[in-house]
């Protein structure tokens, strides 16, 4: 019964990126251009409800599920790391026209190319498991 909720969400999640035309490699080559606000609209509303609800977790000390305090790590100073690691994601993102949530949205919506995307975003994903130790942190 509790992968229900997780079904139901993901639907929801589904619904909403269809309907907003998050998955639609238009609008993102549109946002990389610089020639759309739509794309930028949709993530900017994501950042300031992300930003909301953490401050609300932190105000109320929410628990999570399991009843265990939500904590946060601390800021890291490392300019470079994110520099890297933004610009090969934004790189993904750009070649494929997807960033990982709509990837599994446009399988849904019928476009089977992107199980080659998907495919590869999980085996960059296992090569970060493998490789994590060697990396700077």
Not at 4 to 24: D, E, H, P, R, T
Not at 43 to 59: E, H, R
Not at 61 to 84: C, H, M, T
């Amino acid at each position: 019964m509790k992968f229900i909720k997780f079904l139901i969400v993901g639907i929801l999640f589904g619904v909403v990126m269809a309907k907003s035309q998050a998955l639609s490699w238009y609008r993102i080559q549109e946002m990389f251009r610089f020639q759309s606000f739509h794309m930028y609209g949709i993530i900017g509303t994501a950042v300031v409800l992300g930003v909301i609800g953490t401050a609300l977790i932190k105000y109320f000390k929410l628990k999570d599920v399991q009843g265990n305090e939500i904590k946060f790590a601390p800021k890291e100073k490392s300019f470079w790391r994110y520099i890297l690691g933004g610009s090969i994601f934004g790189l993904g993102w750009a070649l494929s026209g997807a960033c990982p949530g709509p990837m599994v949205v446009n399988i849904g919506y019928g476009f089977v190319s992107f199980i080659v995307v998907v495919f590869f975003a999980l085996v960059g994903t296992y090569l970060y498991g493998l490789l994590q130790n060697k990396l700077p942190h």
